[in-house]
């Protein structure tokens, strides 16, 4: 079955600073991808990237950037230049996409995130 | 554009009332789905559906169900609620394309007491 793993259940960072967030997912899907939203405490949910398996680079958008190891099944996420609106909740999600696939989208536990002035 | 939209925003219910969740979209989205939110629990699969006519359950499917007879609504019913059943509940939809993004409703806050 899938799994998303988020270790870090809250983090702070700098103003300014780079952050990485952690997210690591068991499969045995061949065919699968990640994806990482964003919830301020207003509470909406934020899609911010997407990474596919068999993409060949990184994604990248904007600030935010994947770190995607496949060997290592993670997909981290890393926000260059934090700013204060940048404090929020923060998920990694995967949905498989091998033969008999359900369009599934399974989310980490998240990660809190605080950037301080 | 209205995207999705969930109603109420809102709802206390006692122990053993029923309600319905709303979720509508005008994306043209096949995929459908809600989620509850719980603190420390992320974001779990109630139901899906791919398309109308067709659902499945998910992670914790227990206590609700869900029918689509349209593409565009897909309401979540609470048969008996319990207080196990506070918790926030998002709507979200999609493209059946793999790389689809999930597009969510702004939530509805239940509580049961």
């Known amino acids: 079955a899938q799994k998303i793993t988020q270790t870090q259940p809250g983090m702070f960072v700098q103003e300014k600073e780079a952050v990485t967030l952690d997210c690591t997912y068991d499969?045995?899907?061949?065919?699968?991808?990640l994806f990482w939203y964003k919830q301020p405490s207003s509470g909406e949910m934020i899609f911010l990237i997407y990474q596919g398996s068999y993409d060949q680079q990184n994604a990248t958008e904007g600030r935010y950037s994947l770190n995607f190891q496949k060997a290592r099944k993670s997909a981290n996420l890393v926000i260059s230049a934090s700013q204060l609106g940048d404090s929020a909740m923060y998920f990694c999600a995967m949905r498989e996409g091998g033969g008999g696939a359900t369009n599934k989208l399974i989310f980490g536990t998240g990660t809190l995130l605080a950037v301080q002035p | 554009n209205a995207g999705v939209t969930q109603t109420p925003k809102f709802q206390v219910l006692k122990t053993g009332q029923s309600m319905t969740l709303q979720c509508a979209q005008d994306?043209?989205?096949?995929?459908m789905s809600w989620y509850r939110q719980d603190p420390g629990m992320g974001l779990r699969l109630i139901h899906y559906?791919?398309?109308?006519?067709?659902?499945d359950q998910g992670e914790v499917p227990n206590g609700y169900n869900v029918s689509r007879s349209t593409t565009e609504d897909f309401p979540l019913r609470l048969l008996s609620a319990a207080p196990s059943q506070t918790s926030v509940y998002f709507c979200?939809?999609?493209?059946?394309?793999?790389?689809?993004?999930?597009?969510f409703g702004n939530g509805t806050r239940l509580t049961v007491t």
């Open positions: 994306m043209n989205h096949e995929y």
């Open positions: 499969t045995s899907d061949p065919s699968y991808g």
């Open positions: 559906s791919v398309g109308a006519g067709i659902t």
């Open positions: 979200a939809s999609s493209y059946l394309q793999f790389n689809s993004p999930l597009h």
